[in-house]
Nanobody, 127 residues
């Protein structure tokens, strides 16, 4: 069992930056791929980024490449999402999730593959 707790959300002006953190319980965290998803009001949850267990492989949704960066620190059981040049359309609840079945290269962008989820953190970008 893995418990995930997100933090770092808040209100920011367009063009600003935020860094989200996701703290995980358990030593097995370091063997799991981790992902970030987001859900805006009235919209479906969408994939943002994912990182493999070692941090050596990452994937992003195409529209966010270059603005968002996912990283992890296994010594701290934490995964991060650095978000730069934020836009009002980035407003959403951001969730981190853990995928215990991903391999080094085969990290997934499908929410159904992720077994454990945090409660989410709200990000609001004002124009």
């Amino acid at each position: 069992q893995v418990q995930l707790v997100e933090s770092g959300g808040g209100l920011v002006q367009a063009g600003g930056s935020l860094r989200l953190s996701c703290a995980a319980s358990g030593r097995i965290f370091r063997s799991y791929a981790m992902g970030w998803f987001r859900q805006a009001p009235g919209k479906e949850r969408e994939f943002v980024a994912a990182i493999n267990w070692s941090g050596g492989n990452t994937i992003y949704t195409d529209s966010l490449k270059g603005r968002f960066t996912i990283s992890r620190d296994n010594a701290k059981n934490t995964v991060y999402l650095q978000m730069n040049s934020l836009r009002p359309e980035d407003t959403a609840v951001y969730y981190c999730a853990a995928d215990p079945t991903a391999t080094y290269t085969n990290i997934r962008n499908t929410s159904s593959r992720y077994h454990y989820w945090g409660q989410g953190t709200q990000v609001t970008v004002s124009s």
